[in-house]
């Protein structure tokens, strides 16, 4: 290591580290070093908890959204049209390859539930209950240790004497609440569309009995969704025969977008597509990738005014120490050395800002991961609070924040490079 390289060294320790040995050295150059470290470190700190949580609860989102739909839908390129039942097309599909873990057929269509003089709009998702236990991830959110196989039952309503046997449906827990029912109450499924009968132009009536219902932590879910049995949903929709479409279980449902592509290679000369559930959700996804890249911004934005003062405070040292300068100058120091020593000083201050703003990060994300905060915990549905720790993220807020505050130095690197050290010292003299 050179003389120069040493020397750098030891002023670098005694402009940052000496202010702070005994209480009576404390001053400016102190004050001048523990504002920009805390600049830095507020804005590592804000941006390593944002990110986090925003992380889990797109995580989370994620996570509900695959629990309740289908990975890949199969379905007409004509919108709307049925798929005729084909055993044939099933295995086809399964046998195309080894990241499909499950196909199930469905049939799906907006309804209207009437109970007394109630009603609600909805929509009916008729499923085959045996492949959509493997399809589907909707087990855990149903009431009462019920199966989706009571969907093939047929049982007598509670709130009719002598009453018949109906089809059975689980419905959104909210949307009982919303009807005034129970479980095991009957109620009726009206179509949207009138139907012209024997008696006229009248809509659809079906009688059904509430089986169960789901509750999956989504209230739009909750309240819209009625699941039947394909077969009675094929009877209520008069497709007899037919699918609206399949549905698609994956391996690996986060690469959705690539495996669609290669299966409409398949399936496009059929007259048919793939739909992924990115694509079902796309506004939703959409949204949360603006908001993440809006926070980080602004976060950003935070690291950037701190490392402000990184910049003010050298300006303000150069102006101190500018005898010190010039003597470092005539010492044999050249204007390069220089900037040398304040582009360190930058460096050094936005990384022991980042080291803190980390670990000031860990304990707050620990202690809102693990204990009941009520002004966080009361709005947000999941407990604990899901936090999401990505290493890129911390990378990227290291290498941001550190090259941000070199960047602060810059200027001052450059006007120490300005200083005239014989009006200096003759100033001095």
């Known amino acids: 290591m050179s003389k120069k390289s040493k020397a750098i060294r030891f002023l670098l320790y005694r402009y940052l580290v000496t202010p702070w040995a005994s209480r009576s050295k404390r001053n400016a150059s102190s004050i001048g070093v523990l504002l920009p470290v805390l600049g830095v470190a507020i804005g590592v700190f804000a941006f390593t908890v944002v990110l986090s ?54 049939q799906s269509g907006d309804i209207i539930l009437q109970a007394g003089n109630k009603g609600v709009l909805a929509r009916l998702e008729g499923i085959e209950p045996e492949l959509a236990e493997n399809t589907l991830n909707i087990q855990k959110f149903l009431s009462n240790e019920i199966s989706l196989n009571v969907l093939k039952k047929k ?94 279980k994956l391996k690996n449902p986060l690469e959705v977008e690539a495996f ?104 707050c994300l620990y202690f809102i991961h693990n204990y009941q905060i009520p002004f966080i915990t009361s709005s947000y549905s999941s407990k604990p609070l899901p936090i999401l720790i990505n290493k890129f993220d911390l990378i990227f807020i290291s290498f941001g924040s550190v090259f941000l505050a070199m960047l602060a130095a810059v200027w001052p690197a450059i006007e120490v490079k300005n200083l005239d050290i014989i009006e200096i010292l003759s100033v001095r003299n």
């Open 260 to 363: 669609s592509k290669k299966l409409d290679k398949l399936i496009n000369p059929l007259g048919f597509r793939a739909k992924p559930w990115t694509e079902s959700n796309s506004a939703l996804l959409k949204t949360l990738t603006l908001e993440r890249w809006g926070m980080s911004f602004v976060m950003m934005m935070i690291i950037l005014v701190g490392c402000f003062s990184i910049s003010i405070s050298l300006l303000l040292s150069i102006r101190r120490k500018s005898s010190e300068m010039a003597i470092l100058r005539s010492m044999g120091f050249e204007q390069l050395d220089l900037s040398k020593l304040f582009l360190w000083q930058g460096f050094l201050i936005g990384l022991t800002g980042v080291i803190i703003g980390f670990i000031l990060g860990g304990i």
């Open 53 to 106: 949580v925003m992380g889990g609860f797109t995580t989370d989102i994620k996570s509900h959204l695959l629990n309740l739909q289908a990975h890949i839908e199969i379905i007409s390129k004509e919108k709307g049209k049925q798929i005729p039942e084909s055993s044939e097309l099933m295995d086809k599909i399964k046998s195309f390859s080894d990241e499909i873990l499950s196909v199930s057929p469905y």
């Open 155 to 248: 049982i007598p309503a509670d709130n009719i004497i002598n009453s018949d046997l109906f089809p059975t449906v689980i419905i959104g827990q909210d949307l009982m609440l919303n009807l005034g029912l129970n479980i095991g109450d009957s109620l009726t499924l009206v179509s949207t569309i009138p139907d012209d009968g024997p008696g006229g132009i009248a809509p659809t009536q079906f009688p059904v009995v509430i089986a169960g219902t789901i509750n999956s932590g989504s209230f739009a879910y909750n309240q819209k969704v009625v699941l039947s049995s394909l077969k009675i949903a094929n009877q209520f929709f008069q497709t007899e025969n037919n699918w609206l479409g399949l549905q698609l």
